[in-house]
C-alpha cells in the first residue's frame, strides 16, 4: 500500500520555487525536465517508513546525469561543447530512469504501510548488544577479507558480495540505535571509524558509509519540515565542497597509495596515508580549488560517455543487436573454472571501442567504464536502450520485495538486508558487467544466507517471542 511523505507549506513552496527557477538558468529546459522526473519519481519511491535504498540510488543516478549541465553551464560553454550528442545523452538518460525505476515503484508500494509504534516494536524484539557484537565480529573480519580481494581474481566479485554482510550488520545496528534511542556513542563512533577507514583505501570508499547513514534516516522519515529541509540542504553544500576538496588531492593521495605500482592497491600503513593526507591538505590555494570544481563536475557527471558513444554508434560502429549484453551474460554466468580462458574484467577496452578514446586500463592501475545505460544504447539504440533498464528494474524490484518479505518476521532485520543488498548498484557510471555481476552475486548469495543463517541469526538476536500476526 503506497503512503506518501509529508512535506509542510514551507518546504512546499521552496520545492516548487526551485524547480521554476530552473528555467531561468543556462539549459534552463534540460534542469527544469530532470528536475521534474526526479521529484516525481521521489515522490512515489520514498514512501514514509519504509526502505529507502533506492532513493539514494535514484538520487546518485539523478546528479551524475544533471552534473553534465552543471559543468557546462559552470564552464559557460554550449551543452553540446564536447559532444554533438550530450543533450540527447542527458535526455535518454533522464527517460532511462522512468523505466529503470517504474518497477521499482511498484513492489515498493506492495509493501505493507507501518506506523512508528509497529517499526520500534520490531526493534524492540531484536538485542541491541547482541547486534553490536555481531557487527564487531563482521567488521574486523570482512576488513581483513577486504584487504586479500584482488589477490583472488577468480573470487574478487564473491569476496566483496561477503563484505556487505559488514553493512548488513551495521544497518541492523544503526536502526536500532535510532529507533530505540540506546547505544548512540558507539553508533556513532563507529560512524566515524568506517568514515575514516574509506580514506585509506584506493577506491575512496568513505563515501560508502554516508549513503549508509542517509538510508538509515530515510527509513524512518515520515515528514519533510522546513528546517530539518534546510539542514538536509547545509548538509549537501557540505558534502559538495567535501568532493571538491577529494577531487584535488585524490590523483597524488592514489599515487602514493599504490607507491607508483599503477595497481589499484594500498602498499602504505595507515598512519602513513593519513599523513599524506593532511600533508596534501596543508597545499590547497583559491586556484587549485577552483580547478577542483570543474575536475569534480567531470568526475560527477557520466553522460559523456553515453553521448560519444551516441557520435560514433551506429555511424562508425554499427548497433551491436544484444551481443554487447549476451557477452555480459555470458561472462557473469559462466564461472572460471569450467573457462579458464574467461579473460581479466577490464570496462576501459570496451569503453575505448564505443567512445573512441583511447583508456589505460587495470595493468596501469586504472579502470575508465561505458555505464551500463550507454551498454544498452550501443546494443539497442535510442528505445531499445529502455528495455534492458526495464528487465533490471523489474529484477531489482522483485528481489527488493521478496527479501523485505521473506528474509525474517521481522521487518527491522529485513531493512537492513535489502539495504546492505542494493546499496552498491547507486552509481549510474557502472558498467553493465560490474551491475549484473553484483546483482548475480549478491542475489545468490543473501538467497543462501536467507535459507541457511538468518534464521538462526534473527533468532539468535531475538529477545523476546514474535507474537502471531505482528
Given amino acids: 500500500m503506497r503512503t506518501k511523505t509529508f512535506f509542510d507549506d514551507g518546504t512546499k ?33 520514498q514512501q514514509p517508513l519504509k526502505p529507502s535504498v533506492f532513493t539514494i540510488i535514484l538520487l546518485y543516478h539523478f546528479v551524475q546525469i544533471c552534473a553534465g549541465v552543471w559543468q557546462s553551464n559552470y564552464l559557460n560553454k554550449d551543452i553540446n561543447y564536447r559532444s554533438d550528442h550530450t543533450m540527447y545523452a542527458i535526455l535518454c538518460s ?20 507501518l506506523n512508528i509504534q509497529k517499526l520500534r516494536a520490531h526493534a524492540e524484539r531484536l ?13 574486523f573480519a570482512m576488513n581483513t577479507l577486504q584487504g586479500v580481494a584482488f589477490f583472488v581474481p577468480a573470487l574478487t566479485q564473491v569476496i566483496f558480495s561477503f ?4 553493512w548488513f550488520m551495521f ?38 558509509i554516508i549513503f549508509f547513514i542517509i538510508f538509515l534516516y530515510l527509513c524512518i522519515l515520515k515528514d519533510v519540515k522546513f528546517n530539518k529541509f534546510i539542514v538536509a540542504i547545509l548538509s549537501i553544500v557540505l558534502m559538495i565542497f567535501g568532493g571538491i576538496f577529494w577531487t584535488s588531492v585524490k590523483g597524488e593521495y592514489r599515487s602514493f597509495l599504490n607507491q607508483g605500482s599503477k595497481t589499484q592497491t594500498v602498499q602504505v600503513e595507515k598512519g602513513e596515508a593519513l599523513d599524506k593526507l593532511l600533508e596534501l591538505s596543508d597545499k590547497q590555494s583559491t586556484s587549485s580549488f577552483n580547478g577542483a570544481t570543474e575536475d569534480f563536475l567531470d568526475r560527477l557527471q557520466y553522460t559523456y560517455h553515453l553521448a560519444k558513444a551516441m557520435d560514433r554508434v551506429p555511424s562508425v560502429v554499427p548497433y551491436q543487436n544484444g551481443a554487447n549484453w549476451g557477452n555480459t551474460l555470458a561472462f557473469v554466468l559462466t564461472p572460471r573454472v569450467l573457462n579458464p580462458n574467461k579473460g581479466i574484467y577490464d570496462a576501459s577496452l570496451k569503453a575505448s571501442k564505443y567512445t573512441g578514446i583511447q583508456y589505460s586500463g587495470v595493468k596501469r592501475g586504472v579502470s575508465f567504464s561505458l555505464g551500463y545505460f550507454a551498454d544498452g544504447y550501443v546494443d539497442f539504440g535510442y528505445l531499445g536502450m529502455l528495455i534492458p533498464l526495464l528487465i533490471l528494474g523489474f529484477i531489482y524490484g522483485k528481489s527488493y520485495f521478496y527479501f523485505v518479505k521473506k528474509s525474517s518476521n521481522n521487518f527491522v532485520f529485513n531493512y537492513a538486508v535489502v539495504g546492505s543488498l542494493f546499496m552498491g548498484l547507486f552509481a549510474f557510471e557502472s558498467d553493465n558487467i560490474y551491475v549484473t555481476g553484483q546483482v548475480y552475486a549478491n542475489l545468490i548469495i543473501y538467497y543462501f544466507l536467507k535459507v541457511f543463517a538468518f534464521p538462526r541469526l534473527s533468532k539468535y538476536l531475538q529477545t523476546q517471542t514474535v507474537k502471531k500476526g505482528d
Fill in 13 to 45: 513552496i521552496f520545492l516548487l520555487i526551485f524547480l521554476i527557477s530552473q528555467l531561468f538558468f543556462t539549459n534552463g529546459i534540460l534542469l527544469f525536465i530532470g528536475m521534474a522526473i526526479f521529484f516525481i519519481l521521489f515522490n512515489y519511491i
Fill in 171 to 208: 544497518c541492523l545496528f544503526g536502526l536500532q540505535s535510532i529507533l530505540k534511542n540506546k547505544r548512540r556513542k558507539e553508533f556513532y563512533i563507529f560512524c566515524g571509524i568506517e568514515f575514516t577507514l574509506g580514506f585509506f583505501s584506493y577506491f575512496s570508499d568513505f563515501k560508502t
Fill in 94 to 113: 533522464f527517460v532511462g530512469l522512468i523505466f529503470l525505476f517504474w518497477p521499482i515503484i511498484y513492489y515498493q508500494s506492495k509493501i505493507p504501510a
Fill in 127 to 139: 538485542s541491541i548488544n547482541k547486534t553490536f557484537n555481531a557487527y564487531l565480529v563482521t567488521f
Fill in 163 to 166: 563484505i556487505n554482510i559488514k
